[in-house]
């Protein structure tokens, strides 16, 4: 990959206007597939320190090295080096409720914490092919029916519907 592979890359990625300004080499000798030692990226809202002083709203962006050991086999060891040019927050679901978000991803616990958790989750985004919930067995979804609290919700919710009629 080299730099204008990269700049098309991200630039094609993004429906805003920050552009690649430069690759940083640490030589000339570059491997194929070889990252740069970093990127030189303008965003067109950042308001901070900009790093080059001839380009306005410029950041250094350097490799990320994620390493891990997969959850399944507990003994292979798996690393990623990547560039993060693309923003991202977490929230948690309580802080989520009463906010409407255009995507989310979401990470359920293998057990609910507090009744209705899961649809708070579900129900943030206008449609649900927003939402993207990341893999789960299907008994996480069955426990909801364990949950000692919805056999009194449920009542409840029945009492006010006969109370509606």
Known sequence: MDENDLADNYNSDNNVDNKLVEGLQQDQKKKPNQLPIGIIVQFDKYIGPSFLNEIDRCVPIVPYNAE???SHTQSKFNSRIQLPIRL??????HKSQGQTLDKVVIDISDQEFACGLTFVALSRTRKLSDAIILPKSFKRFQNIKKNKNLKERLLEDLRL???SL
Do not use: Q, Y
């Not at 991202?88 to 679901?93: D, E, G, N, T, V």
């Open 161 to 163: 519907l006969k109370m």
């Open 68 to 70: 891990w050991i997969a």
């Open 88 to 93: 991202a927050w977490a929230i948690s679901i």
